[in-house]
């Protein structure tokens, strides 16, 4: 055989679906940006300047990082943008911008990058820096004191921190239909639950992410929520309430499903979410914070490992 | 068929079997080349020296014994050998090349058309292995693993490859004969015709149970045609013959039956063809024929970083010269345009799940995925089932990260086969 021509040969198969890293981060910040920019049209020109920095902040210190560690350059992906994104989305609108640069760079730096980076990620970044940030800067992480020079047309307590307070009492003038239509103060981008819903819906039918989690992390936290309000309706509030308030929608669709820090199987990831909606709830009702879905978050990523042991059978696996 | 994702659309690939196109029922017959190429297995001893040299004449149907063991080829033209050299095929696999300058003039061996006569399954063995869809006979008389049920695979197992179809839909008579000898040379009674689930009727007299297979991808493989139709599933790492069942493709069966009806050994292969624009043709090509030969037939040009495939898309190989021949298990030659052939990048794993949702063996791929890339293969063997594996490619084709995960998969179970031989070849040398 006489080899006039050569050619490139490559394994199988040959075909790819065109899926892309790029694309699911496009989509990401797509299905988040309804949110965020209601965040923008509630707090004005700071909730900008956040969101922008958070994004900037997030992209640099990831393109520094792999710099300096000697690691292919990864920004282009997107997502540390999305991070950068989510991140922001949490915070109060005045927070200064040495604690957003500081964030960033806990979520990118700290929580991803030294775990080996994009995939390698145990937790959810932009859940370990809002958790650092809200113990290390209490009073500037606080949505009341933060917003404090804020004038509304509706009740400027931020409701989780009302009803923790006071009892359900607090919160009777509150309606339901406003909170969803993003009629309360909170994080930028988590207080227009109309908005969260619309993009995290989006998500599930583009196949971004799975509806199991978001789908048993709203159960968990209802049925939970539904709980505590049965035993005592004047110190807890509805499970409605807890769905519409706080982090509540925005942790089910844009932070619990992030892809390294959750479970890949059925039962697991239904698992993963109502335990985590369930200790949203807990916390809020009987520990220390308002609103404390990130340790929620970090604990379900901390048993992440142990729930996706639980898998189907393999084809012709022998026990 | 879609096989892309759409940025904006909602909608998902799903992948079929292709099925036969309307109107093939013609096939395009590829002259009989000047010289055609057969690839002989060459044993290991590195001074096997063939029992062939150059300017030896061949007739048409003539076996090839190159070493004087079991291993054979079948000439499939009358002619010269001009040439005997060794090629180094997948995986490592030791080949030397028959080349033979073949005459116009056809002379056929009737070797085997004295022999047909006797009837048994070993003096079968002994000429039909390298017929075209090559039967794989030994398989029915390994005492180890009797086998209960013949399959007569009238499916094709990768997608746009619809030869098998082809031959089930065109070579009734062959096929049904071809059935009959089985039965009568082996004496197992049960077989089983596998068809298109929506192709199921017309084939019931031809001499066995036709049992439908879905559409979907990749259901027409074996180990999922054994779970999922026979309900009989393959313990992982084992074979189908290991539960008694032999898969046998149609045109395999149908050149027994040609054979033996006709008295000549079967040269001739179908083969799909599916050039750069997708387009599915029939041909019918002399076996060791090169693909040059064929594409030249239907007008293809290969340009730098193009692939040409033997078989579908999602499992065939790739080959790095146009004068590599047909083979008689080549159902499908696939050319591919550089811009279209998938790319594999060295991106990390980012635990999305789309290959675990996609896998039909139910494996868990994102945790194997990260074993074999350390190289772990044993630890991915006991602990995340990687001998369940069908090698359908389907993880692959879905990897948002684009990692070759087949590819790891392939080269992970070549190499514990490879370390287990060497185990045992060391400790028989010790013992």
């Known amino acids: 055989m006489a080899d006039k021509q050569k050619l490139i040969v490559s394994f199988a198969p040959f075909w790819h679906n065109g899926s892309r890293v790029t694309d699911r981060s496009m989509q990401i910040l797509l299905a988040a940006s309804p949110a965020a920019f209601f965040g923008i049209y509630r707090f004005g020109i700071s909730a900008l300047g956040v969101l922008a920095l958070a994004v900037s902040s997030a992209v640099l210190w990831e393109l520094a990082f792999t710099r300096v560690a000697k690691r292919p350059v990864s920004v282009g992906d997107g997502t540390a943008a999305v991070i950068g994104l989510l991140f922001g989305m949490m915070l109060p609108a005045t927070l200064p911008w040495w604690a957003v640069i500081t964030g960033t760079f806990l979520a990118i730096v700290v929580a991803r990058q030294i775990y080996g980076g994009i995939g390698a990620n145990p937790f959810n970044p932009a859940a370990v820096a809002v958790a650092i940030l809200m113990l290390a800067w209490k009073q500037r992480m606080d949505i009341d004191s933060a917003l404090v020079n804020y004038v509304f047309d509706f009740p400027a307590a931020f409701p989780l921190g009302a009803v923790k307070a006071f009892g359900t009492g607090a919160i009777k003038e509150l309606s339901l239909i406003d909170l969803f239509m993003g009629r309360q103060v909170g994080g930028i981008g988590t207080i227009c639950g109309a908005a969260l819903s619309a993009g995290g819906i989006y998500l599930v039918l583009r196949g971004v992410i799975r509806w199991e989690i978001p789908v048993s992390f709203l159960a968990g936290a209802a049925a939970t929520a539904g709980v505590f309000h049965a035993v005592d309706p004047l110190r807890f509030a509805s499970p409605a309430f807890h769905l519409l308030t706080g982090f509540t929608l925005f942790g089910a669709f844009f932070l619990a499903t992030e892809d390294a820090s959750s479970p890949v199987n059925f039962i697991p990831m239904l698992i993963y979410g109502a335990v985590i909606g369930a200790i949203v709830v807990f916390i809020r009702n009987i520990g220390v914070f308002a609103e404390g879905l990130v340790f929620a978050l970090l604990v379900g990523n901390l048993i992440q490992p142990l729930l996706d042991k639980i898998r189907p059978k393999a084809l012709g696996k022998v026990e | 068929m879609t096989t892309k994702n759409a940025f904006w659309g909602f909608g998902l690939p799903r992948l079929e079997h292709t099925p036969l196109p309307v109107g093939s029922e013609r096939l395009e017959a590829i002259a009989l080349p000047q010289t055609v190429t057969l690839l002989h297995r060459r044993p290991e001893e590195k001074k096997a020296i063939p029992l062939l040299k150059t300017g030896d004449a061949v007739k048409t ?14 000439s499939p033209a009358t002619g010269k050998v001009v040439s005997l050299s060794p090629v180094t095929g997948n995986f490592g696999r030791n080949l030397t090349a028959v080349t033979v300058a073949t005459d116009p003039q056809e002379n056929f061996d009737g070797e085997f058309d004295a022999a047909r006569s006797l009837l048994s399954l070993d003096a079968a063995g002994k000429f039909l292995a390298a017929v075209p869809g090559q039967p794989g006979l030994e398989r029915l008389t390994d005492p180890e693993r009797p086998i209960k049920t013949i399959v007569v695979c009238g499916v094709d197992e990768d997608i746009l490859v619809v030869t098998r179809q082809h031959v089930l839909a065109s070579r009734l008579a062959d096929i049904q004969h071809g059935i009959q000898i089985l039965k009568q040379l082996t004496g197992i009674e049960d077989v089983v015709i596998l068809t298109r689930r929506e192709a199921i009727q017309g084939h019931g007299s031809i001499g066995g149970r036709v049992m439908g297979v879905d559409p979907r991808y990749p259901a027409a493989l074996p180990l999922l045609v054994m779970a999922n139709v026979f309900r009989q599933e393959v313990p992982a790492g084992r074979t189908c013959e290991d539960k ?12 027994i039956g040609s054979a033996f009806s006709t008295g000549r050994i079967p040269v001739v292969k179908t083969l799909t063809v599916i050039p750069k624009d997708g387009r599915i043709r029939l041909a019918q090509a002399p076996i060791g024929t090169p693909i040059g030969a064929i594409l030249k037939h239907f007008d293809v040009t290969i340009a730098e970083g193009d692939r040409i495939v033997f078989g579908g898309p999602m499992r065939g190989t790739a080959v790095f010269s146009p004068d590599h021949p047909v083979q008689p298990d080549t159902d499908a030659i696939l050319v591919l345009d550089a811009k279209a052939a998938a790319r594999t990048s060295d991106y990390p794993c980012i635990n999305c799940g ?37 090698e359908c490619g389907l993880c692959s084709f879905v990897c948002v990260s684009k990692i070759p995960i087949l590819q790891h998969i392939m080269l992970a179970k070549h190499e514990l086969v490879r370390m287990r031989s060497t185990e045992t070849l060391t400790e028989t040398i010790d013992g």
């Not at chain 2, 149907?61 to 079991?70: D, E, M, R, T, V």
């Not at chain 2, 949702?357 to 494996?363: E, I, K, L, N, S």
Request: charge should be negative.
């Open chain 2, 354 to 390: 789309e290959c675990v949702r996609v896998c039909p063996a139910c494996m868990q791929i994102n945790l194997l995925v990260r074993y074999l890339e350390a190289g772990k293969y044993e630890d991915a063997e006991e602990s995340y089932d990687l001998n369940s594996c069908v």
């Open chain 2, 61 to 74: 149907g003539q076996k090839l014994s190159l070493y004087g063991n079991a291993d054979y080829v079948t």
């Open chain 2, 244 to 255: 008694g069942f032999c898969f046998i493709s149609a045109e395999a069966v149908a050149s």
